[in-house]
């Protein structure tokens, strides 16, 4: 379902005579079919929701699957590509804020913030999809991406697989007025500090035995020749490789706690 739909929403790159907004329609069909038919959500399409005189444009709720009635509610905000989902963009400004523009991002993130009921949300462009979840930091945004590109045109199974586990709709039933995320952050304040103390050195060991892996790999020779020719650095190289150890850890953290099925 999610290969199918991601290929009839790529035509959008390669047409020059869609419009803008036939551009928004065909991402909203994507996120139709992949919150929907992939992962189980119930959307319910909206024009705008209001907290306290201001409408924040949001396209669709979520709720969680069909048989069960006990589920949260989630935000779900769309920009269609080429804007990233940190592209502030004038259709996506809050009114009454006072702010002309506005990201997906940032409009998922301020309207957790503002509203009562609601402690997650997705923003949405097609290529790439994230979970957020109210936060009322201003350095530490809280959120959890998928590059939806990558996953389909690699055809990572594997991968879709981690985005599956992680964001199907299963996960927003409430336990104690819980969903299985709020559970997880509980697992891991109670026990990160611990964790992060053992795991500094094995992590530093595992960054160095896969950086240097892949390096050394005979098939990687666009990896080497990257990192040769600067157009990868080595400061993006070791992102690359943090992005992939924490999104090991996390699985890994789930899986050993069992709660991959709640």
């Known amino acids: 379902i999610g290969k199918a739909s ?17 551009r928004l329609e065909r ?16 959307l319910i399409p909206i024009e705008h ?28 905000a ?17 009114e009454g804020s006072g702010s002309s523009r506005k990201s997906a991002f940032a409009l998922v993130q301020e309207f957790l913030n503002a509203a009562d009921n609601y402690r997650w949300g997705f923003a949405f462009n097609g290529s790439s999809i994230r979970l957020v979840r109210d936060s009322m930091s201003l350095t530490r945004p809280s959120f959890l991406e998928f590059n939806l590109q990558e996953i389909f045109q690699n055809d990572d199974y594997a991968e ?29 304040e109670e026990e990160g500090q611990p964790a992060r103390e053992a795991l500094s050195a094995s992590i530093k060991t595992a960054l160095l035995t896969l950086g240097n892996g892949f390096i050394q790999e005979p098939g990687n020779v666009e990896l080497r020749k990257a990192l040769a020719e600067g157009t990868l650095t080595e400061k993006e190289y070791t992102h690359e490789l943090l992005r992939l150890m924490y999104r090991f850890l996390f699985v890994f953290c789930l899986e050993e706690r069992e709660l991959l099925h709640v």
């Open 6 to 22: 991601w290929n009839r929403f790529t035509q959008i790159f390669s047409r020059t005579d869609l419009t803008e907004q036939d």
């Open 27 to 42: 991402t909203k069909e994507f996120a139709k079919n992949l919150l929907g038919d992939a992962l189980g959500y119930q």
């Open 49 to 76: 929701i209001e907290i306290s005189d201001r409408k924040y444009p949001l396209v669709f709720t979520a709720n969680g699957l069909s048989n069960e009635n006990n589920t949260a509610s989630l935000a779900v």
């Open 78 to 94: 769309i920009i269609q590509p080429p804007n990233t989902l940190d592209t502030a963009v004038k259709e996506l400004a809050v």
């Open 160 to 188: 879709f697989m981690h985005l599956w586990m992680v964001l199907h709709a299963s996960r927003i039933t409430l336990i104690e007025n819980n969903t299985a995320w709020d559970l997880w952050i509980k697992e891991g």
